[in-house]
């Protein structure tokens, strides 16, 4: 069961948004983590609902992640601290299992490599510590790691196009490698969509291959509201998600 809870966990880790004429930079719809930091003292919180279903080796898993919240802290103008928290509902549909809790603790930062003024190219590292800390039901019970490097290119006023590839390692078996690349495209200067294929490579083990699309919605220049679905190509996995991000620190301004 935990192998399982490991391969959904992965699938629907939260995400981020690359319109690249708003204001509010986030980690959120997309799979792909964006090369921003946010400005330094400000905290940023990016929360949502996600609806999620799983298929694999007969076994279906149905997930509810209520809430899925990251908070985001600038530390500096190139670096900030990220902590995930999330509530976990699942339900494995052949047996009519359910499990629920607080999910593990996931600590990590984000630091901004390469950001220049007449570039269109930026690159951050990211890097988070999953704890065992959830309830016991859910937690993985070991203590893992995600890591991506994140590369984004600016290619007009209104498009912008976003890739990861990282490594992630949870402590069961071995560890996998990730990709994802976004593109972007902003409607006006408030909404904005995105199309992303993403997936992951087990070492010496399967090949999980995605594609998502989502929107984007400016509400204040602090406040983004996103509703993103997505889909496996070569396995059975769906999922339904909304949500906000708000960055306290620019309200004040």
């Known amino acids: 069961m935990k192998e399982h809870k490991t391969f959904v966990i992965g699938i629907f880790c939260l995400i981020h948004s ?17 090369s921003s930091t946010i400005p330094k003292k400000s905290l940023q919180i990016e929360s949502g609902i996600l609806l999620g279903y799983a298929e694999e080796d007969g076994i279906s898993l149905r997930e509810i992640a209520v809430p899925s919240t990251l908070f985001r802290y600038g530390i500096t103008k190139n670096v900030e601290v990220r902590l995930v928290s999330q509530y976990l509902n699942l339900r494995e549909e052949n047996t009519e299992m359910e499990i629920s ?12 490599l390469f950001k220049k ?9 990211l890097s988070h510590l999953l704890v065992p800390t959830g309830t016991e039901e859910v937690s ?11 590369v984004s290119h600016e290619l007009s006023d209104t498009m912008g196009l976003g ?12 560890g996998f490698l990730t990709y994802s690349l976004a593109l972007a495209i902003e409607i006006n200067d408030k909404a904005g969509v995105y199309i ?36 496996g190509l070569n396995y059975t996995m769906n999922y339904l998600s909304a949500g906000f991000s708000w960055n306290i620190a620019a309200d004040k301004n």
Not at 20 to 34: F, H, M, N
Not at 117 to 125: D, G, L, P, V
Not at 140 to 150: C, E, H, P, Q, R
Not at 163 to 173: A, P, Q, R, T
């Open 196 to 231: 992303e294929p993403y997936g992951e490579i087990g070492l010496f083990d399967k090949y999980f291959s995605n594609i998502d699309a989502g929107m984007t919605y400016l509400l204040k220049d602090n406040f983004q509201l996103d509703f993103s679905f997505g889909t």
């Open 101 to 112: 809790g607080i999910a593990d603790l996931e600590i990590g930062a984000k630091i901004q």
């Open 140 to 150: 993985l019970g070991n203590v893992g790691t995600i890591n991506k490097l994140s």
């Open 163 to 174: 890739y990861n590839i990282g490594y992630n390692y949870f402590g069961l078996k071995n």
């Open 18 to 34: 690359f319109a690249t004429a708003q204001k509010i930079v986030t980690d959120r719809p997309d799979q792909t983590e964006s």
């Open 117 to 125: 003024e007449n570039s269109r190219t930026e690159i951050a590292f």
